[in-house]
């Protein structure tokens, strides 16, 4: 298969790539802390339960952050956490584990190797999330209850540089010994002195102090007693082991800025002594649902399962690709009304993608990987993530491409592959158009859904490649799969079944 970061250039160079950083509220240009490698952190999910398409939104933004960083030359040192214990339900450190409610919730016992069990099963669905959305896996996932040990080092050096306080319930950090608390998110700590954003607790010195260990009949035994580390120590610790003390992106959803990333800020600068945790801090708005925020209570809870597999939402279900686009259709940053209608939207861009891209196959086949033209993606997306000028031009680059245009055809493959939409000719659109001539005719869309198909057995995707066979089958096209006795090569023939 093309392959944009493979293949491009090694002489292309970029306008800088500008983002915007939330510690400072303004675009900055970016400059990585090494030359060759960009090491980033987002932070992942609490895995009690399915994710929603709310939470997956963070992923594919993460995803297409990394994608840029490596079309223009970098190489991206990806970390993402899985929370499986110590969320706490209340950024106050009150409430239930969340682990603890799913536990419940699905009749388990309540014990470590029942946390463990309850996890795996939605890392799994997680993982499969990403798949159908096509986000690049990180270069190491990362999960808290491996990594308890580190948690406790680093809450022992902060309790040592005495930033930490003991309450009944736990052990805390002290914020008035941080004088830049509430910096990333713009916090006043009169506001928070007052109770508006956190319950108050007479234990605390100020009621935004927060959990760094919690007493507990269930957990790991420490110097402090049996219990677990706080949510937001379990980020500094395995940020820290994989991309170091100081690293230069930190991405996750705008609900995390406070208390989560705030916190993370803290305990991190003063444990390390260093003054910044990451250099740029970069957040995703939020997800509505029909112009109504996301949430049980509404009614308009979807998870990405339900909306791959179910009817549930809009009366079908919708391609892993489409619901990419979907989010990818408004800018990072700016809040996401999904509705019918976007959806409905981008599965017609999906699809007129697909079309274009079996003629563009059929037309010049494997001379696509061969090209080397240096072709500049559409700058804006170097503008803090601009894609909409990029998605725009795309429809018309296909065209062309698919009449002939060389040069279109290879920016419509170097887009697909920079917006993740290089999988986009699997749509099985691809056969449920096809028409057979006649028997001893090979069709050009034949031809290409072929090819496309040795393409996928080579990269190993026998998901998408059994499908595709399925598919024509249904069709009476008969597939046989063998190797060429020359070359060695696989190959593939075909007739049709009446």
Known sequence: ??????????????????????ETRSPETFVSLSKKEVKLYSCGPTVYDYAHIGNLRAYVFADTLKRTLLYNGYVVNHTIN???????????????????????????????????????????????????????????????????????????????????????????????????????????????????????????????????????????????GVGFPGWHIECSAMSAVHLGETFD??????????????????????????????????????????GRKMSKSEGNFVTIHELLETEKFGGQSWDGLVLRLAMLMTHYRQPIDFSNRRLEEAKSIVERWADYKIEINSLFGGEM??????????????????????????????????????????SFYAALELLGFEGVEANSRAVASLEIVADDVLSDSLDAIIQMRLEMLKAKNFAEADRIRDDLAAKGIQLKDGKDAATGERVTTWEVKR
């Not at 093309?2 to 939330?22: A, D, E, H, M």
């Not at 993370?264 to 945790?277: F, K, L």
């Open 82 to 224: 899985y929370t499986d214990f110590g969320h706490l339900t209340s950024d106050a450190d009150t409430g239930d584990d969340k682990m603890m409610k799913g536990l419940r919730r699905e009749g388990l016992d309540i014990s470590l190797d029942s946390m463990r069990l309850l996890s795996d099963r939605y890392i799994k669905a997680f993982n499969e999330d990403l798949i159908a959305l096509n986000i690049i896996f990180p270069t190491q996932f990362a999960r808290a209850s491996d990594y308890v040990r580190e948690q406790i080092a680093l809450i022992k050096t902060l309790e040592q540089k005495g930033y930490t306080y003991a309450t009944s319930d736990g052990i805390y950090f002290d914020i008035a010994k941080f004088p830049s608390y509430g910096r990333l998110g713009n916090i006043q700590l009169a506001e928070l002195q007052n109770g508006a954003r956190v319950e108050i607790n007479p234990e605390k010195h100020h009621p935004a102090d927060f959990a760094l260990w919690k007493h507990g009949e269930l957990g790991w035994k420490s110097d402090w």
């Open 249 to 290: 992106i930190h991405g996750g959803g705008l609900d995390l800025i406070f208390p989560h990333h705030e916190n993370e800020i803290a305990q991190s600068r003063c444990a390390y002594g260093h003054d910044v945790m990451a250099n740029v801090w970069m957040h995703n708005g939020f997800l509505q649902v029909e």
């Open 369 to 410: 990987a061969a090209w080397r033209a240096e072709i500049e993606p559409e700058s804006s997306i170097l503008d803090d993530l601009n894609l909409h000028p990029l998605i725009s031009e795309m429809s018309s680059d296909g065209a062309a491409g698919a009449k002939g245009d060389r040069g279109a055809a290879l």
């Open 1 to 22: 298969m093309f392959s944009l970061f493979n293949s491009r250039p090694k002489t292309i160079s970029f306008p800088p790539l500008s983002l915007y950083n939330s």
